[in-house]
């Protein structure tokens, strides 16, 4: 249960943090920092940002009754390995000539790190505490 406790709380602050930084700036940390072209309208960025910063919320509440909803992860690993998804055919396939594709490889990576964290997080929670 520890892995997966270990898991959710760093995932829960990396989502935190990057759904603020999107919510409040998002112009800046997209165009600035990682040189995506501009974006005519923000507000989707700005909701994917508070979207993010209310799962890790929800994530920092489970592991308080982790021990009785260790299997609710679940819905975090698809969150996490369908963000990842996206992230990676972004950055394969969608990106407009001449747009950095750091972020997308930068998310991309995280996203399938954090899904493999869980999956393995969840299979030993799932060995010292089978669902009932």
Known sequence: MELLKRVLILQAAVWAVCGIAIAVAPGFVLESLFDLPEMPDLGYVRVAGVCSLSLAMLMVLLTRRLDELWWWCWAFVVATAGT???ALLNASFGL???????LWWLFAATSTG??????????KAGTENPPV
């Not at 407009?96 to 750091?102: A, I, W």
């Not at 954090?114 to 299979?123: E, S």
Request: no cysteine; charged share 5%; net charge negative.
């Open 96 to 102: 407009p000539e001449g747009t950095s594709p750091l």
């Open 114 to 123: 954090f899904t493999l964290a869980l999956l393995a997080g969840l299979a």
């Open 84 to 86: 990842a998804l996206i």
